[in-house]
Antibody
Framework: EVQLVQSGAEVKKPGATVKISCKVSGYTFIDYYMHWVQQAPGKGLEWMGLVDPEDGETIYVEKFQGRVTITADTSTDTTYMELSDLRSEDTAVYYC?????????????WGQGTLVTVSS | DIQMTQSPSSVSASVGDRVTITCRASQGIISWLAWYQQKPGKAPNLLIYAASSLQSGVPSRFRGSGSGTDFTLTISSLQPEDFATYYCQQTYGFPITFGQGTRLEIK
C-alpha cells in the first residue's frame, strides 16, 4: 500500500525557516517525482515545486523561487520541503503529492498535510 | 503561466441532482487536465485524469469531458458524500496550476 506520511504541525515566527518531511512507503521511491502543494486557510491549491528523487533535480514555481528548497533522501525514502523567510501569508497546509505515473503531473497519492502557522 | 478558471465558484444542489462544473484554460492544454475532490480537513482525491479517464475506485457517476481549453466535470445523481470542493488542474506544463475551486453545497 502506497503511503505518504508527513511530519507534524509547526508554529514559526516571521523570518524563520520551516522544514517539513514526507516519508513514503509501498513503492520504489526513485521511480516517481515528488511534488509539494500549498493550501492557505480557506483557499485553493497552489503548486510549489517538485524533486526527482533519483538525481535531486528540482523545479520550483517562480512565486517561491529563492525561498523554497525541496530535497530527497534516498536512504530513508523521505522528501523534504524547506521554506525560509516565513511570512504570515505562508500560513497554510502543505501537502506532498505523488504523480500517478513517473512523468505524469496528476496526483493519485497525497500526504495527510502539515499545517504551518506563522505568527509573532 | 496557464490560468485555470472554474465556474461556478459555488453551487447548491440536492441529492439526486445532476451537476456540471466548468474549467477553462487560458491556452490549449490538449487533454492534460485532472479533477479532484476535496473534503474539509482532507487531502484532495483524484477523480479524473487525462480529461475523461476515471481514476480507479471512483464511482461512475463522475464524468469528465473536453479538450483544448474547455472542460467539464459532471456528477450525475448526486450522493450525500459528493458535497465537497472540486478543483481542476492542468498537467500540460510547468508551473502546474489549479482552478480556484468550486464548492458544491447541499440545497
Amino acid at each position: 500500500e502506497v503511503q505518504l506520511v508527513q511530519s507534524g504541525a509547526e508554529v514559526k515566527k516571521p523570518g524563520a525557516t520551516v522544514k517539513i518531511s514526507c516519508k513514503v512507503s509501498g513503492y520504489t521511491f526513485i521511480d516517481y517525482y515528488m511534488h509539494w502543494v500549498q493550501q492557505a486557510p480557506g483557499k485553493g491549491l497552489e503548486w510549489m515545486g517538485l524533486v526527482d528523487p533519483e538525481d535531486g533535480e528540482t523545479i520550483y514555481v517562480e512565486k517561491f523561487q529563492g525561498r523554497v528548497t525541496i530535497t530527497a533522501d534516498t536512504s530513508t525514502d523521505t522528501t523534504y520541503m524547506e521554506l525560509s523567510d516565513l511570512r504570515s501569508e505562508d500560513t497554510a497546509v502543505y501537502y506532498c503529492a505523488r504523480p500517478s505515473s513517473s512523468h505524469n503531473r496528476d496526483f493519485d497519492y497525497w500526504g495527510q498535510g502539515t499545517l504551518v502557522t506563522v505568527s509573532s | 503561466d496557464i490560468q485555470m478558471t472554474q465556474s461556478p465558484s459555488s453551487v447548491s444542489a440536492s441529492v439526486g441532482d445532476r451537476v456540471t462544473i466548468t474549467c477553462r484554460a487560458s491556452q490549449g492544454i490538449i487533454s492534460w487536465l485532472a479533477w479532484y475532490q476535496q473534503k474539509p480537513g482532507k487531502a484532495p482525491n483524484l477523480l479524473i485524469y487525462a480529461a475523461s479517464s476515471l481514476q480507479s475506485g471512483v464511482p461512475s457517476r463522475f464524468r469528465g469531458s473536453g479538450s483544448g481549453t474547455d472542460f467539464t466535470l459532471t456528477i450525475s445523481s448526486l450522493q450525500p458524500e459528493d458535497f465537497a470542493t472540486y478543483y481542476c488542474q492542468q498537467t500540460y506544463g510547468f508551473p502546474i496550476t489549479f482552478g480556484q475551486g468550486t464548492r458544491l453545497e447541499i440545497k
